[in-house]
Protein backbone atom coordinates (compact mmCIF):
# COMPACT_ATOMS: atom_id res chain seq x y z
CA UNK A 1 0.00 0.00 0.00
CA UNK A 2 1.43 3.19 -1.18
CA UNK A 3 1.37 6.39 1.34
CA UNK A 4 -1.15 8.13 -1.06
CA UNK A 5 -3.30 5.20 -0.75
CA UNK A 6 -3.21 5.11 3.47
CA UNK A 7 -3.51 9.03 3.26
CA UNK A 8 -6.97 9.12 1.21
CA UNK A 9 -8.45 6.15 3.34
CA UNK A 10 -8.07 8.41 6.38
CA UNK A 11 -9.38 11.11 4.65
CA UNK A 12 -12.51 9.06 3.79
CA UNK A 13 -12.86 7.56 7.21
CA UNK A 14 -12.91 11.16 8.44
CA UNK A 15 -15.83 12.03 6.12
CA UNK A 16 -17.85 9.39 7.10
CA UNK A 17 -17.64 10.02 10.79
CA UNK A 18 -18.66 13.63 10.20
CA UNK A 19 -21.59 12.23 7.53
CA UNK A 20 -22.36 9.86 10.74
CA UNK A 21 -22.34 12.63 13.22
CA UNK A 22 -24.28 14.77 11.25
CA UNK A 23 -27.11 12.55 10.63
CA UNK A 24 -27.08 11.54 13.67
CA UNK A 25 -27.67 15.52 15.19
CA UNK A 26 -30.33 16.29 12.48
CA UNK A 27 -32.21 12.98 13.50
CA UNK A 28 -32.33 14.10 17.61
CA UNK A 29 -33.35 17.18 16.08
CA UNK A 30 -36.10 15.62 14.45
CA UNK A 31 -37.17 13.38 17.11
CA UNK A 32 -37.38 16.35 19.94
CA UNK A 33 -39.03 18.70 16.89
CA UNK A 34 -41.80 16.47 16.23
CA UNK A 35 -41.88 13.07 18.77
CA UNK A 36 -41.17 15.54 22.19
CA UNK A 37 -38.23 13.02 22.44
CA UNK A 38 -36.27 13.42 25.91
CA UNK A 39 -33.16 12.52 24.60
CA UNK A 40 -30.61 15.14 25.39
CA UNK A 41 -28.46 16.69 22.68
CA UNK A 42 -24.52 17.29 22.57
CA UNK A 43 -22.84 19.11 20.31
CA UNK A 44 -20.76 18.16 17.83
CA UNK A 45 -16.48 18.03 18.93
CA UNK A 46 -15.20 18.58 15.82
CA UNK A 47 -17.66 20.33 13.30
CA UNK A 48 -19.41 22.98 15.07
CA UNK A 49 -18.75 25.70 17.98
CA UNK A 50 -20.02 24.40 21.58
CA UNK A 51 -21.64 28.31 21.75
CA UNK A 52 -24.40 27.73 18.34
CA UNK A 53 -25.55 23.74 19.56
CA UNK A 54 -25.97 25.37 23.32
CA UNK A 55 -28.37 27.76 21.81
CA UNK A 56 -30.08 25.57 19.20
CA UNK A 57 -31.17 23.39 22.04
CA UNK A 58 -31.76 26.37 24.63
CA UNK A 59 -34.25 27.31 21.54
CA UNK A 60 -35.92 24.21 21.52
CA UNK A 61 -36.29 24.18 25.33
CA UNK A 62 -38.15 27.44 24.61
CA UNK A 63 -39.89 26.47 21.83
CA UNK A 64 -41.59 23.09 23.25
CA UNK A 65 -42.43 24.57 27.01
CA UNK A 66 -44.43 27.24 25.03
CA UNK A 67 -45.94 24.46 22.93
CA UNK A 68 -46.80 22.59 26.17
CA UNK A 69 -48.33 26.17 27.93
CA UNK A 70 -50.29 26.23 25.18
CA UNK A 71 -51.51 22.63 24.62
CA UNK A 72 -52.32 22.74 28.39
CA UNK A 73 -53.90 26.02 27.85
CA UNK A 74 -56.46 24.78 25.61
CA UNK A 75 -56.96 21.28 27.49
CA UNK A 76 -58.38 23.63 30.44
CA UNK A 77 -60.19 25.61 28.62
CA UNK A 78 -62.28 22.90 26.64
CA UNK A 79 -62.77 20.78 30.21
CA UNK A 80 -64.11 24.52 31.93
CA UNK A 81 -66.36 24.64 28.85
CA UNK A 82 -67.79 21.29 28.85
CA UNK A 83 -67.77 21.06 33.08
CA UNK A 84 -70.37 24.19 32.44
CA UNK A 85 -72.09 22.87 29.08
CA UNK A 86 -73.10 19.71 31.67
CA UNK A 87 -74.31 22.11 34.65
CA UNK A 88 -76.68 23.57 31.67
CA UNK A 89 -77.70 20.49 31.29
CA UNK A 90 -77.92 18.86 34.72
CA UNK A 91 -80.53 22.20 35.29
CA UNK A 92 -82.35 21.49 32.04
CA UNK A 93 -83.08 17.76 32.91
CA UNK A 94 -84.01 18.29 36.73
CA UNK A 95 -87.42 18.71 37.80
CA UNK A 96 -89.99 21.39 37.40
CA UNK A 97 -90.85 21.80 41.26
CA UNK A 98 -87.18 22.09 41.85
CA UNK A 99 -86.35 24.63 40.16
CA UNK A 100 -88.60 26.41 38.04
CA UNK A 101 -86.22 29.61 37.17
CA UNK A 102 -83.44 27.48 36.90
CA UNK A 103 -84.99 25.31 34.08
CA UNK A 104 -85.86 28.72 32.45
CA UNK A 105 -82.34 30.10 32.41
CA UNK A 106 -80.69 26.83 31.64
CA UNK A 107 -82.85 26.96 27.73
CA UNK A 108 -81.65 30.73 27.79
CA UNK A 109 -78.43 29.57 28.01
CA UNK A 110 -78.18 27.26 25.83
CA UNK A 111 -80.02 29.75 23.80
CA UNK A 112 -77.02 32.08 23.41
CA UNK A 113 -74.44 29.13 23.54
CA UNK A 114 -75.59 27.11 20.60
CA UNK A 115 -76.45 30.54 18.46
CA UNK A 116 -72.71 30.81 17.02
CA UNK A 117 -70.66 27.68 18.25
CA UNK A 118 -70.81 24.62 16.13
CA UNK A 119 -68.87 22.68 18.59
CA UNK A 120 -71.50 23.05 21.91
CA UNK A 121 -74.30 22.28 19.87
CA UNK A 122 -72.63 19.01 18.82
CA UNK A 123 -71.65 18.94 22.67
CA UNK A 124 -74.96 20.11 24.04
CA UNK A 125 -76.88 17.73 21.98
CA UNK A 126 -74.72 14.89 22.94
CA UNK A 127 -75.04 15.67 26.99
CA UNK A 128 -78.18 15.25 26.16
CA UNK A 129 -79.73 18.83 25.82
CA UNK A 130 -82.24 18.26 23.29
CA UNK A 131 -85.22 15.97 25.21
CA UNK A 132 -85.70 18.28 27.93
CA UNK A 133 -86.02 21.26 25.85
CA UNK A 134 -88.61 19.53 23.64
CA UNK A 135 -90.03 18.83 26.89
CA UNK A 136 -90.48 22.08 27.57
CA UNK A 137 -92.38 23.41 25.01
CA UNK A 138 -96.05 22.39 26.22
CA UNK A 139 -95.54 22.40 29.93
CA UNK A 140 -98.53 23.46 32.02
CA UNK A 141 -96.20 24.96 34.61
CA UNK A 142 -94.90 27.76 32.46
CA UNK A 143 -97.33 30.51 32.61
CA UNK A 144 -96.03 33.09 31.78
CA UNK A 145 -94.76 31.51 28.49
CA UNK A 146 -90.67 32.86 28.97
CA UNK A 147 -89.23 28.85 29.84
CA UNK A 148 -91.50 28.27 26.30
CA UNK A 149 -89.62 30.78 23.98
CA UNK A 150 -86.36 30.44 25.22
CA UNK A 151 -86.52 26.61 24.70
CA UNK A 152 -88.11 26.80 21.01
CA UNK A 153 -85.34 29.29 20.25
CA UNK A 154 -82.59 26.77 21.83
CA UNK A 155 -83.64 24.40 19.58
CA UNK A 156 -83.59 26.18 16.94
CA UNK A 157 -80.45 27.10 17.46
CA UNK A 158 -79.53 23.67 18.34
CA UNK A 159 -79.98 22.57 14.47
CA UNK A 160 -78.01 25.65 12.61
CA UNK A 161 -76.47 23.38 9.91
CA UNK A 162 -76.84 20.19 12.13
CA UNK A 163 -78.77 17.46 10.28
CA UNK A 164 -78.32 15.17 13.13
CA UNK A 165 -79.59 17.51 15.85
CA UNK A 166 -82.67 18.83 13.18
CA UNK A 167 -83.54 14.94 13.05
CA UNK A 168 -83.27 14.09 16.46
CA UNK A 169 -85.66 17.29 17.46
CA UNK A 170 -88.32 15.77 15.43
CA UNK A 171 -87.52 12.10 16.64
CA UNK A 172 -88.41 13.80 20.43
CA UNK A 173 -91.61 14.74 19.03
CA UNK A 174 -91.21 18.69 18.64
CA UNK A 175 -93.23 19.17 15.86
CA UNK A 176 -96.34 17.59 17.01
CA UNK A 177 -96.08 19.29 20.23
CA UNK A 178 -95.30 22.68 18.82
CA UNK A 179 -98.62 22.23 16.63
CA UNK A 180 -100.03 21.07 20.16
CA UNK A 181 -99.02 24.71 21.67
CA UNK A 182 -100.70 26.77 18.50
CA UNK A 183 -104.20 24.35 19.15
CA UNK A 184 -104.19 25.25 22.29
CA UNK A 185 -105.21 28.78 21.59
CA UNK A 186 -104.29 32.11 22.69
CA UNK A 187 -102.33 33.10 26.05
CA UNK A 188 -103.55 35.83 27.65
CA UNK A 189 -100.79 37.46 26.23
CA UNK A 190 -100.90 37.83 22.79
CA UNK A 191 -97.60 39.70 22.53
CA UNK A 192 -96.12 36.65 23.78
CA UNK A 193 -98.44 34.32 22.07
CA UNK A 194 -97.19 36.02 18.89
CA UNK A 195 -93.60 35.48 20.03
CA UNK A 196 -94.31 31.76 20.28
CA UNK A 197 -96.17 31.31 16.96
CA UNK A 198 -92.92 33.33 15.42
CA UNK A 199 -90.93 30.58 17.03
CA UNK A 200 -92.36 28.12 16.10
CA UNK A 201 -92.69 29.27 11.69
CA UNK A 202 -89.09 29.32 12.46
CA UNK A 203 -88.85 25.89 14.03
CA UNK A 204 -90.33 24.48 11.01
CA UNK A 205 -87.93 26.66 8.81
CA UNK A 206 -85.39 25.37 9.92
CA UNK A 207 -86.45 21.20 10.42
CA UNK A 208 -88.17 21.34 7.13
CA UNK A 209 -84.61 22.13 5.02
CA UNK A 210 -83.58 18.54 6.35
CA UNK A 211 -85.11 16.17 3.58
CA UNK A 212 -85.39 13.15 6.49
CA UNK A 213 -88.21 15.82 8.09
CA UNK A 214 -89.91 17.12 5.07
CA UNK A 215 -92.56 13.98 5.50
CA UNK A 216 -92.87 14.08 9.02
CA UNK A 217 -94.03 17.79 9.35
CA UNK A 218 -95.57 17.31 5.50
CA UNK A 219 -97.91 14.75 7.43
CA UNK A 220 -98.14 16.39 11.25
CA UNK A 221 -100.36 19.04 9.93
CA UNK A 222 -97.96 22.27 9.90
CA UNK A 223 -98.77 23.01 6.43
CA UNK A 224 -102.12 24.45 6.90
CA UNK A 225 -100.46 27.03 9.90
CA UNK A 226 -97.76 27.98 7.90
CA UNK A 227 -100.03 28.60 4.96
CA UNK A 228 -102.49 30.49 7.83
CA UNK A 229 -99.22 32.53 8.68
CA UNK A 230 -98.45 33.76 5.36
CA UNK A 231 -101.80 34.60 4.24
CA UNK A 232 -102.25 36.30 7.66
CA UNK A 233 -106.50 37.54 7.61
CA UNK A 234 -105.84 39.43 11.11
CA UNK A 235 -103.01 40.73 10.64
CA UNK A 236 -101.14 39.65 13.67
CA UNK A 237 -97.90 38.28 12.08
CA UNK A 238 -94.49 40.20 11.26
CA UNK A 239 -92.86 40.36 7.82
CA UNK A 240 -90.24 37.95 9.13
CA UNK A 241 -92.30 35.28 10.01
CA UNK A 242 -94.54 35.50 6.96
CA UNK A 243 -90.86 35.19 4.44
CA UNK A 244 -90.25 32.18 7.51
CA UNK A 245 -93.48 30.65 6.40
CA UNK A 246 -93.13 31.36 2.45
CA UNK A 247 -89.47 29.01 2.99
CA UNK A 248 -90.80 26.46 5.24
CA UNK A 249 -93.20 26.08 2.46
CA UNK A 250 -91.20 25.88 -0.65
CA UNK A 251 -89.33 23.48 1.48
CA UNK A 252 -91.80 21.26 1.99
CA UNK A 253 -93.16 21.42 -1.61
CA UNK A 254 -89.65 20.04 -2.54
CA UNK A 255 -91.56 16.74 -1.67
CA UNK A 256 -94.07 15.37 -4.36
CA UNK A 257 -96.52 14.07 -1.65
CA UNK A 258 -97.27 17.48 0.27
CA UNK A 259 -97.88 19.13 -3.04
CA UNK A 260 -101.27 17.68 -2.74
CA UNK A 261 -101.62 18.38 0.97
CA UNK A 262 -100.50 22.18 0.13
CA UNK A 263 -103.46 22.19 -2.67
CA UNK A 264 -105.82 21.29 -0.13
CA UNK A 265 -105.12 24.57 1.53
CA UNK A 266 -106.55 26.21 -1.22
CA UNK A 267 -103.78 28.43 -1.44
CA UNK A 268 -102.73 29.03 -4.79
CA UNK A 269 -104.86 31.94 -6.01
CA UNK A 270 -103.29 33.61 -2.97
CA UNK A 271 -99.82 32.91 -4.18
CA UNK A 272 -100.62 34.04 -7.83
CA UNK A 273 -102.24 36.93 -6.62
CA UNK A 274 -99.67 37.99 -5.22
CA UNK A 275 -96.93 37.70 -7.43
CA UNK A 276 -95.73 41.48 -8.02
CA UNK A 277 -94.79 42.00 -4.03
CA UNK A 278 -91.00 40.99 -4.85
CA UNK A 279 -90.36 40.56 -1.53
CA UNK A 280 -92.24 37.07 -1.63
CA UNK A 281 -91.98 36.62 -5.43
CA UNK A 282 -89.29 34.78 -6.30
CA UNK A 283 -90.28 32.17 -3.33
CA UNK A 284 -93.87 32.05 -4.53
CA UNK A 285 -92.45 31.04 -8.18
CA UNK A 286 -90.40 28.93 -6.54
CA UNK A 287 -93.39 27.03 -4.58
CA UNK A 288 -95.41 27.15 -8.12
CA UNK A 289 -92.33 25.32 -9.89
CA UNK A 290 -92.49 22.63 -7.47
CA UNK A 291 -96.26 22.48 -7.32
CA UNK A 292 -96.34 22.42 -11.22
CA UNK A 293 -94.41 19.14 -11.30
CA UNK A 294 -98.00 17.45 -10.60
CA UNK A 295 -100.84 16.67 -12.89
CA UNK A 296 -103.33 18.15 -9.97
CA UNK A 297 -100.78 21.00 -9.61
CA UNK A 298 -100.83 22.32 -13.07
CA UNK A 299 -104.90 22.11 -13.05
CA UNK A 300 -104.71 24.23 -9.78
CA UNK A 301 -102.51 26.98 -11.39
CA UNK A 302 -104.77 26.95 -14.71
CA UNK A 303 -108.12 26.91 -12.95
CA UNK A 304 -107.06 30.63 -11.48
CA UNK A 305 -108.67 33.48 -12.83
CA UNK A 306 -106.05 35.29 -15.28
CA UNK A 307 -103.19 33.29 -13.89
CA UNK A 308 -101.63 33.11 -17.12
CA UNK A 309 -101.56 36.79 -17.54
CA UNK A 310 -99.96 37.24 -14.73
CA UNK A 311 -97.23 34.60 -15.24
CA UNK A 312 -96.44 36.42 -18.31
CA UNK A 313 -96.24 39.71 -17.27
CA UNK A 314 -93.68 38.13 -14.79
CA UNK A 315 -91.27 37.40 -18.02
CA UNK A 316 -91.15 40.80 -18.78
CA UNK A 317 -89.23 41.85 -15.46
CA UNK A 318 -86.07 42.57 -16.78
CA UNK A 319 -84.90 43.75 -13.44
CA UNK A 320 -85.31 40.34 -12.17
CA UNK A 321 -83.81 37.28 -14.56
CA UNK A 322 -84.29 34.82 -11.73
CA UNK A 323 -88.29 35.50 -11.41
CA UNK A 324 -88.08 35.30 -15.73
CA UNK A 325 -86.32 32.23 -15.71
CA UNK A 326 -88.53 30.66 -12.55
CA UNK A 327 -92.15 31.81 -14.62
CA UNK A 328 -90.75 30.28 -17.64
CA UNK A 329 -90.46 26.87 -16.72
CA UNK A 330 -93.67 26.93 -15.22
CA UNK A 331 -95.30 28.18 -18.36
CA UNK A 332 -92.89 25.73 -20.09
CA UNK A 333 -94.06 22.28 -18.43
CA UNK A 334 -97.68 23.47 -18.73
CA UNK A 335 -97.10 24.14 -22.39
CA UNK A 336 -95.70 20.79 -23.18
CA UNK A 337 -98.69 19.28 -20.93
CA UNK A 338 -102.02 20.49 -22.52
CA UNK A 339 -103.57 22.12 -25.36
CA UNK A 340 -105.87 24.56 -23.63
CA UNK A 341 -103.14 25.95 -21.68
CA UNK A 342 -101.42 26.98 -24.75
CA UNK A 343 -104.49 27.90 -26.37
CA UNK A 344 -104.53 30.26 -22.78
CA UNK A 345 -100.96 30.74 -22.88
CA UNK A 346 -101.55 32.92 -26.21
CA UNK A 347 -105.08 34.78 -25.32
CA UNK A 348 -102.58 36.34 -22.87
CA UNK A 349 -100.03 37.78 -25.16
CA UNK A 350 -97.00 35.15 -24.39
CA UNK A 351 -95.63 35.21 -27.71
CA UNK A 352 -94.41 38.37 -28.29
CA UNK A 353 -93.48 38.53 -24.52
CA UNK A 354 -91.06 35.24 -25.02
CA UNK A 355 -89.73 36.50 -28.29
CA UNK A 356 -88.64 39.21 -25.91
CA UNK A 357 -87.38 36.45 -24.05
CA UNK A 358 -84.99 35.12 -26.32
CA UNK A 359 -83.73 38.34 -27.44
CA UNK A 360 -82.94 39.86 -23.79
CA UNK A 361 -83.62 37.13 -21.43
CA UNK A 362 -80.85 35.21 -19.85
CA UNK A 363 -79.41 31.92 -20.98
CA UNK A 364 -81.64 29.64 -19.19
CA UNK A 365 -84.82 31.78 -19.92
CA UNK A 366 -84.03 32.23 -23.32
CA UNK A 367 -84.08 27.97 -23.76
CA UNK A 368 -87.47 28.03 -22.08
CA UNK A 369 -88.85 30.33 -23.84
CA UNK A 370 -87.55 28.98 -27.32
CA UNK A 371 -88.93 25.08 -25.77
CA UNK A 372 -92.67 26.91 -25.25
CA UNK A 373 -92.47 28.35 -28.67
CA UNK A 374 -91.71 25.58 -30.75
CA UNK A 375 -94.79 23.99 -28.93
CA UNK A 376 -96.91 26.90 -30.23
CA UNK A 377 -95.32 26.61 -33.73
CA UNK A 378 -96.50 23.54 -33.66
CA UNK A 379 -100.28 23.68 -32.43
CA UNK A 380 -100.23 26.42 -35.16
CA UNK A 381 -98.79 23.99 -38.17
CA UNK A 382 -100.81 21.22 -37.12
CA UNK A 383 -104.10 24.09 -36.85
CA UNK A 384 -103.23 25.48 -40.19
CA UNK A 385 -102.76 22.06 -41.79
CA UNK A 386 -106.08 20.87 -40.99
CA UNK A 387 -107.22 23.65 -41.90
CA UNK A 388 -106.22 23.38 -45.63
CA UNK A 389 -107.09 19.00 -45.84
CA UNK A 390 -110.69 20.19 -44.86
CA UNK A 391 -111.05 22.60 -47.63
CA UNK A 392 -108.91 20.76 -49.71
CA UNK A 393 -111.77 17.29 -49.31
CA UNK A 394 -114.23 20.42 -49.99
CA UNK A 395 -113.38 20.83 -52.88
CA UNK A 396 -112.97 17.67 -53.70
CA UNK A 397 -116.17 16.47 -52.78
CA UNK A 398 -117.83 19.39 -54.54
CA UNK A 399 -120.47 18.43 -57.41
CA UNK A 400 -118.54 18.60 -61.17
CA UNK A 401 -120.73 21.01 -63.51
CA UNK A 402 -120.28 21.38 -66.88
CA UNK A 403 -117.26 23.62 -67.91
CA UNK A 404 -115.95 25.30 -70.79
CA UNK A 405 -112.56 26.03 -71.48
CA UNK A 406 -112.59 29.36 -70.66
CA UNK A 407 -113.71 28.70 -67.72
CA UNK A 408 -111.15 26.44 -66.84
CA UNK A 409 -108.60 28.53 -68.16
CA UNK A 410 -110.24 31.86 -66.17
CA UNK A 411 -109.68 29.15 -62.79
CA UNK A 412 -106.23 27.98 -63.85
CA UNK A 413 -104.62 30.86 -62.65
CA UNK A 414 -106.05 30.77 -59.17
CA UNK A 415 -105.42 27.75 -58.74
CA UNK A 416 -101.98 27.59 -59.73
CA UNK A 417 -101.71 30.70 -56.59
CA UNK A 418 -103.56 27.96 -54.49
CA UNK A 419 -100.91 25.39 -54.66
CA UNK A 420 -97.82 27.51 -55.14
CA UNK A 421 -99.20 29.52 -51.49
CA UNK A 422 -99.74 25.92 -50.00
CA UNK A 423 -96.97 24.88 -51.39
CA UNK A 424 -94.88 27.37 -48.46
CA UNK A 425 -93.96 25.19 -45.27
CA UNK A 426 -96.97 25.87 -43.15
CA UNK A 427 -95.10 25.90 -40.17
CA UNK A 428 -92.61 28.62 -41.37
CA UNK A 429 -96.20 30.67 -42.31
CA UNK A 430 -97.06 30.12 -38.45
CA UNK A 431 -93.76 31.28 -37.32
CA UNK A 432 -93.82 34.36 -39.62
CA UNK A 433 -97.35 35.17 -38.56
CA UNK A 434 -96.06 35.51 -35.17
CA UNK A 435 -92.73 37.29 -35.64
CA UNK A 436 -94.77 39.81 -37.43
CA UNK A 437 -97.34 39.90 -34.59
CA UNK A 438 -94.71 39.92 -31.90
CA UNK A 439 -92.73 43.34 -33.46
CA UNK A 440 -96.17 44.81 -34.43
CA UNK A 441 -96.33 44.28 -30.41
CA UNK A 442 -92.85 45.18 -29.30
CA UNK A 443 -92.92 48.06 -31.88
CA UNK A 444 -95.61 49.71 -29.61
CA UNK A 445 -94.30 49.10 -26.03
CA UNK A 446 -91.04 50.92 -27.31
CA UNK A 447 -93.12 53.82 -28.89
CA UNK A 448 -94.82 53.54 -25.48
CA UNK A 449 -91.85 53.85 -23.15
CA UNK A 450 -90.48 56.62 -25.64
CA UNK A 451 -92.92 59.20 -24.22
CA UNK A 452 -93.03 60.87 -27.56
CA UNK A 453 -94.99 63.62 -28.30
CA UNK A 454 -98.58 62.89 -30.04
CA UNK A 455 -97.69 64.23 -33.59
CA UNK A 456 -94.47 61.84 -33.90
CA UNK A 457 -96.83 58.77 -32.56
CA UNK A 458 -96.92 56.32 -35.66
CA UNK A 459 -100.10 55.28 -36.65
CA UNK A 460 -100.75 51.09 -36.76
CA UNK A 461 -101.58 51.50 -39.92
CA UNK A 462 -97.45 52.25 -39.97
CA UNK A 463 -95.86 50.06 -37.60
CA UNK A 464 -97.71 47.39 -39.78
CA UNK A 465 -96.34 48.52 -42.85
CA UNK A 466 -92.50 48.37 -41.29
CA UNK A 467 -93.02 44.91 -39.76
CA UNK A 468 -94.56 43.45 -42.55
CA UNK A 469 -90.85 42.56 -44.46
CA UNK A 470 -89.49 40.96 -41.50
CA UNK A 471 -88.56 37.45 -41.44
CA UNK A 472 -88.19 34.60 -39.05
CA UNK A 473 -84.47 34.49 -39.27
CA UNK A 474 -83.42 35.53 -35.90
CA UNK A 475 -85.58 33.68 -34.29
CA UNK A 476 -83.38 30.80 -31.97
CA UNK A 477 -85.57 28.06 -33.58
Not at 457 to 462: E, F, G, L, T
Request: proline share 3%.
Amino acid sequence: MTSSDATGIASRRRRGRGSFLSSFLRGELLLRLFCGSSVELRPMRNDSPPGKSEKLVDLLHRAEARERLEIEGETRRKAGALERLKEVVMDLQGEWEEGESRKREAAGRVRLLSKEDAEARNLLAMLGAIPPLVGMIDSSVDDNGDAKINALYALLNLGIGNDANKAAIVQAGAVHKMLKLIEAGPADNEVKNSLVSEAIVANFLGLSASDLNKPVIGSSGAIPFLVKTLVDLDQNCSAQAKQDAMRALFNLSILPSNVSLILETGSIPFLINSLGNMDVSEWILSILSNVVSTGEGRKAISTVQDAFTVLVDVLSWTDSPNCQEKASYILMVMAHKGYGDRQAMVDAGIVSALLELTLLGSTLAQKRASRILECLRLDKGKQTSENYVGRSFAAVSAPISSSTTTSATRHGGAKECLEEEYMMSEEKKAVKQLVQQSLQNNMKRIVKRANLPKEFIPSDHHLKAFTASSTSKSLPF
